[in-house]
């Protein structure tokens, strides 16, 4: 194990009571200072590989080190070098923000004498300093998410895990919540986030594993993995049915107008060609759709998304599958937010 990696975990396999193989041969290595997502959809396993990280699971087998703790042999030791934050938020409701951080001190055995300091500085960092007597009860969504963050940093861990921390917050606190999260990140945090949100990926991870069915399927940065498409994608809308986007596939395909072999694909009103020359040789093909007697109702270029890159991998789009949260509803109490 390299002291510069945070997290090492080779071959990993997590089979459940009942039979479910939940994780079947993970292998990950996150650096220092890193900040890793973990990307996939429903039931993919991200949850069970992030317990099994953090030591509240057993794997079935593999090894797995944390922050230079071998997880089956010193368990505790990586239990006091991480921070933890579960789907299910920890908050206490009855605890105002101050006395949950207090009550997150003392269960994390930090020193009486560091407790004050260190709590006012949280408060301050998750933008709750205003509201620090507040019963969390009163708290909306995002702000009960940031105290329950803010709780899993009190013993100042090298390393936090976060399970889905933003999922059902509105578009402005899920914001709020990523701006926080960098923070920590440039503090020098190691961060490893599981999130079912391509757009939470792309903004805040340097690197990515994306998992399916309990296996790595894709990983890299936002950015290689987007290049690994293989070009920029042209969207082709035409006036007729199926028959006609059928002959328009084979006029993208054939000889002379893209270099290489583009991908291309029906869409539901029209074709999608993915090609690295898709905007210099595009005009070329609205000119052989004419010449063919089919009719464009409208075209545009654009660089590969994540979920491009999801659809390559597993031939569905995550987003399809991923309920976004609602739009935001009235605000709630001193947050601004809603949940
Ligand atoms: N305690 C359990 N017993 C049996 N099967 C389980 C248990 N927990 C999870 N599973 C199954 O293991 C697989 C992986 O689940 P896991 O919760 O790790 O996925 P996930 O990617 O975190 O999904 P989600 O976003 O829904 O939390 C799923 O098929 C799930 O149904």
Same mark, same amino acid.
């Given at each position: 194990m390299s002291e510069s990696l945070a997290i090492e975990a080779e071959n990993l396999e997590v089979v459940y009571g009942d039979g479910t193989e939940a994780v079947g041969g993970v292998s990950l290595s996150v650096p220092r200072g890193e900040f890793f997502g %973990?990307? @996939?959809?429903n039931g993919a396993g991200k949850t069970t590989t992030i317990k099994t990280l953090a030591t509240l699971l057993k794997p079935t087998s593999g090894r797995i080190r944390v922050n230079g703790y071998d997880a089956l042999e010193q368990p505790r030791k990586v239990r006091e070098s991480i921070g933890y934050m579960a789907q299910e938020t920890s908050v206490d409701p009855e605890l105002t923000a101050r006395e949950n951080l207090r009550f997150a001190c003392e269960s994390y055995g930090v020193r009486k004498g560091e407790r004050a300091e260190r709590i006012e500085e949280l408060l301050e960092l998750v933008d709750l300093a205003d509201v620090a007597t507040k019963e969390a009860k009163e %708290?909306? @969504?995002g702000m009960k998410k940031r105290l329950d963050a803010a709780t899993a940093?009190?013993?100042?861990?090298?390393?936090? %895990?976060?399970d889905e921390p933003t999922t059902g917050l509105d578009p402005k606190a899920r914001n709020r919540l990523w701006d926080y999260f960098r923070r920590i990140n440039d503090r020098g945090t190691t961060i490893f986030l599981t999130t079912?949100?391509? $757009? $939470?990926?792309?903004?805040?991870?340097?690197?990515? @594993?994306v998992i399916l069915d309990g296996e790595i399927v894709a990983e890299g940065s936002p950015a290689d993995l987007k290049q690994e498409v293989g070009g920029e994608i042209l969207n082709v809308r035409l006036e007729d049915g199926p028959e006609a986007r059928q002959r328009a596939v084979t006029v993208a395909q054939s000889a002379g107008i893209f270099p290489g072999t583009p991908s291309v694909e029906e869409t539901d009103d029209g074709i999608s060609v993915t090609t690295p020359t898709a905007?210099?040789? @595009?005009?070329?093909?609205?000119?052989?759709?004419?010449d063919e007697g089919l009719t464009v109702t409208g075209f545009d270029v654009r660089a590969p998304t994540l979920d491009d890159?999801?659809?390559a991998i597993t031939g569905e789009h995550l987003d399809d599958e991923v309920a976004e949260p609602e739009p935001a509803s009235p605000p709630a109490a001193d947050g601004g937010e809603s949940q």
């Open positions: %973990f990307l @996939g959809p %708290f909306s @969504g940093l009190v013993h100042r861990p090298p390393l936090v %895990f976060l079912q949100y391509l $757009e $939470e990926a792309d903004q805040l991870c340097e690197r990515l @594993g905007r210099q040789h @595009g005009t070329d093909l609205l000119v052989a759709l004419r890159v999801f659809l």
